[in-house]
């Protein structure tokens, strides 16, 4: 019957006509692509870059020339590489300098004395060669004469040419190298710990039937609300030498590995908790009825059952928690004391030592475990999802009592753990000299007394939060909405998706820099929103974007994949559709999402710390600055305000989210 | 409706009036690492002087205004540096950020305040002084004596109870540093340096930190600089403020101009006001140091012959050694891990 | 092309549905050698095909054998690698979806869950400056064409999925589309519905008179509501027919196949276009397959005449069977299927294949057929079907 041709007939494949919305929803995602490419990429590269590139006195570039003892007659001149090759004066080690490198010449004479009336001459032999006479400097291929005791005074200023020597200086300097170790160790530590006391909560919360079940998820969701630094703040007020259970420590220091400890355990629960408890959620109570069945203790089922059936959870949550730990800079920043942690480096290197190279090449370092730890979350998560089958049967805890009260008692233990830190800061915060002078006062709260921005700081954090939360969450929600339901661009697609994932394995702090190095050059078009409120807002949402993003993406993936087709086909622009349906239905998500890049931008400090100038300074890194200076009550007392703000965020959000879903949401529960 | 746009039109006239009207005035941007507190009081100070020019403070501590300066080493956005370390001016001086200029009435000023080159490309304001915190509470509590030298410090009763800043993250820990290999001579401020170490608690990050860590009880012994402990004093904190026998580092807080600065005449205006008597006296209210000789009154809770303790500082040495002194205090303190207690 | 619904039945032929609706309409549709590749695998391959105006088509086939491919390229959502379509004339080949004039209903309903039933119907019509008021009267007509004015105000969730489904058909036909486009509409909902709702699809769609194209996997469905069925497979179209043709007149083994029960004889082609199978000859329908060939012969087994235990079934009358094609089969299995009994037949003259017979209850009543008893059956000449064996 049929004629059909049995090959495709040559000619070229047909284009569609595009439609006005193609148009607009291609522009759209063309728009958020570019400021992802713009706001992540490039400051990345340009980090990279900027680790491999090497400052080095060029001794060719220099010449010299060498009078008599009269300070007449001139020599030849010579280039200082010439004269170095006669005597070998300057080591090759030392031609290796940072921005600020300095060299001297002197030794390159053996007979030199400044007393001496010999005279000399120097030139750059081209306009960027420099020297520094004193404090001076002096650049270009005019002669400058000098004599003696001024020539003792001279220093070669390095030129940047392109290499790995950063990151060899950094390889064989130990007290820098020692920071990978120590970040490792005290992520193993902390991540083992964390899992451990996780599971055992989502253990309770899903496996019991203890009382109070709300309430410890509660507390046990709190440490999100706070900037990472606070719990170390804590942690002096609780173990510091004027510490209240100091004598718990049996003369160990809190300033150190035992306080990032502590403190890392405090901030990364509530998210291994969340993790872990919603794989054990998920169990299937078909295989307890099974191992039951097949008569098997509890405490195999325990083992053969519970804990493989959350081992992807379990897997995930450790790579989650040990990423947070090497990337956090607050923590380690506040009671670390002399343990250094990579993150805590960057900082060191730039701010305190302005060496932005090397802080370039730690960013690279920190890079590493961060961007592993993504790939194999990543894997995990895919398998994951294979496990969950419609057919499953929730599973339904049955009370007993002994357990329960076990239960109830751990998560006891963990909640006064968790209020004790925040409590204790919140006392600090209300007495007037700690230990010496108890009085309350409210004198901790005089912020514009102290450095660090004073209150202008906690209303720039509020601004700039609202402003994330606003625009993170129309940028994220309409990217994620292009990729997930437009057709076509294949190519453009996968880019913008692994864009929206990238942020998950870069460090804040890496991100910092990168923008530092990024939008602070003059070149750069975008440089005018350097030192802005702009830049604090774009550099956020850049490092909550992959969370926010798969949220958008989860809800998005259970609305109907033929919605579009069916609004188009009753010539519906899409915009309709995205206003009347897509939002509604998915405001859950949407809130979610805004409260999500809330908090973390009212909590957040690491890419900040470096971008926040006088008129955008934030409370959280108020907060650094202060315990910085000492003022730790009042550190204190700004994290406090950290938290309200966020708890009564938390609040306004569940209203909202109460009131809206009530409107829009009325067909759930119909 | 109407009558509504005709009002808002009409403010919007208003305000672009009163915008030009503050365009006549010269807006300075002036980058500081002065205290907040005293920020204002500057600020009001000089624009009564100059009612003219208006300051913008972008203020932050030394070590990130340092960065921040050399970061916009090749579009500089401050016009004028008031109240920053010598020695970064000195960093900034060795890229050409700054232009060299006489203040009116200079001449005045001690010449330890002032930049060797002529025309100076920095002046100094006010100083401040390396001193030791000790909290007597606690140091009775442990039975601790007094420290009277910077080599008391090293003695074994003080192990574990002496907090410094690190060096190559504060600027007050590089001036004691530098101090040391000023006073000792290379050879015998390392060997001092091993000998402290020992002794250390915590490296700070920040200068003034260990001063609040001995009045908050944290540490006995807080190195730092005689301000904050003066301050802390005051508030009630059961410290000591101690000059040790030796001498002390100094840092001077300066005053330049940023070259290439779009206002100079304002910014010179500045730096004259800078240098007045009038101005040393407004610094004097927290330093007990200042760049005017013979006009300082005692500051609360400071002796009034501070400026007596301070040895004599080689900023240029300093600033040229600055890097192989960090290297060498990091390859020694830095990779060993917190001293045990 | 609008189609009135208030005009009452539009000017439709009263009996459509026999020899294909509206012999005499023009085409509306056409597509032309449309292939559509991904990568190396062609899942369209120079598909043509002319649907005409008011006719019910619907494309059947196994899955992946390329029908909804066929139906998204026809509704714009996956273009085309090449070919034509023209719709009501107009060429629609690269048109976006949102220019071409379909309504279109998909097997998940796809009916906005935050919108109630009246809003969802609406949802086509609000953006075109209509007064409030036609737009209720117009969702109101259409609630009642589906018989659901009285869910008005509930959201799709409460409704069943008949219901939904039948919410879905009266949203996409708001806008009175030129063509309905239906995708597996009925494969979601359970076998009752499934035959009630196929029903009222076909009376809803006979009444507005719109032409429909509908994709389906399930043949019955096909046959009980297509005016012509297109087969598919790999890509292809095997034939375009009436139910009634391709069900009585498939023209490739595939089809026969596919649609219905069907019982396959190897055989080859003797020289008087008679067949040779195993130890017997058959007369067969018409053919022009070379003598020689391997052949397929296919007879449904409804087809299957029986004439009871040895010997012609005495009451049967004279028009059933012409006495050829006379085969002695013994009865191996008898299985009950609630209006026929399936039965299982071997004859040695067909060596060990098995032939399937549907039995009437009233036959194997009267012809006392039972399992292990001798049967003579009747292959009507004109019921075996000679297909050339598959390469």
């Known amino acids: 019957m049929s004629a059909a041709p049995l090959a495709l007939p040559t000619g070229p494949a047909l284009r569609p006509q595009v439609a006005g919305d193609d148009i607009v929803k291609r522009g759209l995602m063309i728009v958020i692509m570019l400021y992802l490419l713009v706001t992540l990429a490039a400051p990345l590269y340009v980090l990279l870059s900027k680790s491999v590139s090497v400052y080095r006195f060029d001794l060719a570039t220099f010449e010299i020339q060498r009078s008599d003892a009269t300070g007449q007659n001139f020599s030849a001149p010579k280039t200082v590489a010439q004269l170095n090759a006669e005597t070998g004066a300057i080591a090759p080690d030392q031609l290796e300098a940072g921005s600020d490198g300095r060299l001297s010449l002197t030794s390159l004479f053996k007979d030199f004395n400044f007393r001496s009336p010999v005279k000399y001459r120097l030139r750059g032999m081209d306009a960027s060669a420099s020297f520094l006479i004193g404090s001076e400097l002096h650049r270009g291929p005019d002669w400058v004469e000098l004599d003696s005791n001024m020539f003792r005074r001279v220093a070669l200023r390095p030129a940047t040419t392109t290499g790995l020597d950063n990151f060899i200086t950094y390889f064989s300097t130990p007290s820098l190298t020692r920071a990978i170790w120590n970040s490792a160790i005290i992520g193993i530590i902390t991540t083992g710990l964390v899992i451990v006391i996780a599971f055992g909560l989502a253990y309770a919360f899903n496996r019991s039937r203890m009382r109070g079940k709300g309430f410890f998820r509660l507390v046990t969701a709190i440490p999100i609300l706070v900037p990472s630094l606070l719990p170390g703040i804590a942690l002096v007020y609780l173990f510091g030498n004027q510490g209240l259970l100091k004598d718990v420590l049996m003369g160990h220091s809190i300033y150190g590995p035992i306080g990032i400890v502590i403190g890392s355990v405090f901030f990364t629960l509530p998210h291994a908790l969340m993790i872990i408890s919603t794989a054990l959620a998920t169990a299937d109570a078909r295989h307890y009825e099974a191992a039951t069945s097949l008569g098997a203790t509890k405490w195999r089922t325990f083992w053969t059952v519970t804990v493989p059936g959350a081992r992807y959870g379990i897997i995930s949550a450790a790579f989650v928690v040990f990423t947070l730990v090497v990337t956090d800079f607050g923590l380690p920043k506040v009671i670390g004391g002399q343990y250094n942690m990579l993150a805590v480096d960057i900082y060191k290197q730039v701010i305190g030592q302005q060496n932005f190279e090397m802080g370039a090449v730690v960013s690279v370092l920190l890079l590493v475990p961060a961007v592993a730890a993504f790939l194999v979350d990543r894997a995990v998560q895919s398998r994951q999802v294979s496990l969950l089958s419609a057919r499953s049967v929730p599973y339904a805890p049955k009370p007993k009592t002994a357990f329960d009260w076990a239960c109830f008692a751990y998560c006891t233990l963990v909640a006064i753990f968790i209020l004790a830190m925040i409590g204790v800061c919140q006392l600090a915060a209300s007495v007037k000299f700690w230990p010496y002078d108890l009085t309350p006062t409210l004198r901790n709260f005089r912020f514009d007394l102290m450095d660090g921005g004073g209150w202008a700081a906690y209303y720039n954090s509020i601004t700039m939060a609202l402003l994330t939360a606003i625009f993170g969450t129309g940028i994220v929600f309409v990217g994620a909405y292009m990729v997930e339901k437009s057709d076509g661009f294949h190519i453009g697609r996968a880019l913008f998706h692994f864009l929206a994932m990238l942020p998950m394995a870069v460090p804040g702090m890496v991100l910092g820099l990168g923008y530092i190095f990024f939008f602070n050059n003059p070149a750069n078009p975008l440089h005018a929103i350097y030192g802005t409120m702009a830049i604090l807002v774009v550099c956020t949402i850049s490092h909550f974007y992959t969370v926010s993003h798969l949220t958008a993406l989860t809800a998005l993936k259970q609305m109907d994949r033929e919605f579009e087709a069916v609004a188009a086909s009753l010539k519906q622009p899409f915009h309709r559709l995205f206003f009347r349906v897509t939002i509604p239905v998915c405001l859950p998500a949407v809130l979610d999402i805004a409260i999500y890049m809330f908090v973390n931008a009212m909590t957040t400090v690491s890419a900040l710390v470096f971008l926040y100038s006088t008129q955008t300074q934030l409370a959280s890194v108020a907060v650094l600055n202060m315990d910085d200076a000492g003022d730790i009550a009042p550190a204190a007392a700004m994290g406090m305000m950290i938290f309200y703000t966020n708890v009564a965020a938390r609040l306004v959000h569940m209203v909202i989210a109460r009131r809206l879903l009530a409107r829009t949401q009325a067909w759930r529960y119909a | 409706m109407k009558s509504r746009l005709a009002t808002i039109a009409a403010a919007a006239v208003a305000t672009a009036l009163a915008a030009a009207t503050a365009y006549a005035e010269t807006q300075l941007t002036v980058y500081t690492a002065v205290e907040a507190v005293d920020l204002d009081r500057y600020k009001a100070t000089f624009e009564k002087a100059n009612p003219d020019i208006k300051i913008n403070w972008v203020r932050d501590s030394t070590g990130v205004m340092t960065a921040k300066l050399l970061a916009e080493k090749d579009n500089p956005q401050a016009d004028v540096v008031w109240g920053i370390a010598a020695t970064s001016l000195l960093l900034l001086k060795g890229e050409a950020m700054l232009e060299p200029y006489a203040p009116a009435g200079v001449e005045k000023l001690d010449k330890r305040f002032v930049d060797t080159s002529t025309p100076p490309s920095w002046t100094g304001m006010d100083a401040y002084v390396a001193a030791i915190c000790f909290n007597t509470v606690e140091a009775q509590k442990l039975g601790i004596p007094a420290p009277k030298s910077w080599k008391d410090l090293t003695k074994p009763e003080y192990k574990g109870h002496v907090v410094m800043p690190n060096p190559n993250s504060s600027g007050t820990g590089f001036l004691d540093v530098s101090a040391w290999l000023q006073m000792f001579g290379e050879k015998d401020a390392w060997a001092f340096m091993d000998g402290l170490h020992q002794n250390i608690a915590a490296y700070t990050h920040s200068g003034s930190k260990p001063c609040k860590m001995a009045a908050a009880g944290e540490t006995v012994i807080g190195v730092s600089f005689e301000f904050p402990g003066a301050k802390a004093k005051t508030a009630g904190a059961p410290i000591e403020i101690i000059f040790p026998s030796e001498g002390s580092g100094w840092e001077a807080e300066a005053t330049a101009i940023i070259a290439g600065t779009a206002n100079l005449d304002a910014a010179k205006k500045l730096v004259d006001f800078s240098v007045s008597k009038e101005a040393n006296e407004m610094y004097n209210v927290g330093y007990a140091v200042i760049a005017y000789p013979g006009i300082a009154k005692p500051v609360e809770n400071l002796p009034a012959n501070v400026a007596d303790h301070m040895i004599k500082n080689d900023f240029e040495w300093a600033a040229t050694n600055r890097k192989a002194i960090l290297t060498e205090w990091a390859k020694r303190y830095d990779a060993k891990s917190e001293p045990k207690t | ?391």
């Open chain 3, 1 to 391: 092309m609008r189609h009135e619904i208030l005009a009452g039945a539009p000017a439709t032929p009263t009996d459509v549905s026999l020899a294909g609706a509206g012999a005499a309409m023009p085409s509306y549709l056409e597509i032309e050698a449309l292939w559509k590749v991904f990568g190396k695998f062609a899942a369209l391959k120079g598909v043509s095909l002319t649907v005409k105006e008011g006719e019910f088509v619907c494309f059947l086939g196994p899955s992946g054998c390329g029908k909804t491919t066929l139906l998204r390229a026809i509704a714009g959502l996956d273009l085309q690698t090449q070919g034509t379509i023209r719709q009501g004339g107009r060429d629609i080949s690269t048109l976006p979806p949102s220019k071409r004039d379909y309504g279109i209903v998909f097997q998940s309903y796809a009916l906005f869950p935050n919108l109630t039933i009246e809003r969802n119907i609406a949802f086509g019509l609000e953006n075109a400056k209509r007064p409030k008021a036609e737009i209720q009267a117009r969702v109101a007509e259409l609630l009642d064409l589906v018989g659901l004015s009285a869910q008005a105000k509930k959201y799709p969730a409460q409704l069943s999925g008949g219901q939904q489904q039948r919410i879905a058909l009266a949203r996409a036909m708001a806008i009175a589309p030129g063509l309905l486009l239906l995708d597996e509409p009925l494969s979601a909902l359970d076998a009752k519905v499934r035959v009630h709702l196929r029903h009222e699809i076909k009376e809803l769609q006979r009444k507005l008179g719109v032409t429909t194209v509908m994709v389906t996997h399930d043949q019955e469905e096909a046959l009980a509501m297509a005016d012509r069925i297109v087969v598919m497979n790999h890509g292809v179209i095997e034939q375009v027919g009436t139910p009634t043709e391709v069900y009585r007149h498939p023209t490739t083994l595939f089809v026969a196949d596919f649609i219905g029960e069907t019982n396959k004889i190897p055989a080859r082609v003797l020289a008087n276009g008679r067949l040779a199978s195993a130890g017997t000859e058959l007369a067969c329908a018409p053919h022009d397959i070379p003598v020689g060939s391997a052949v397929t012969a296919v007879i449904r087994p409804v087809d299957i005449i029986p004439h009871g235990t040895g010997a012609r079934s005495p009451g049967a009358p004279d028009t059933v069977g012409t006495l050829e094609n006379l085969v002695e089969t013994a009865v191996v299995k008898m299985e009950f299927l609630g209006s026929f009994w399936r039965c299982r037949l071997t004859s040695p003259r067909f060596g060990d294949h098995v032939l399937v017979a549907d039995l009437s209850i009233n036959a194997v009543r009267r012809l006392r057929v039972a399992e292990g008893a001798d049967m003579l059956i009747e292959l009507p000449r004109d019921r075996v079907l000679v297909f050339a064996k598959e390469g």
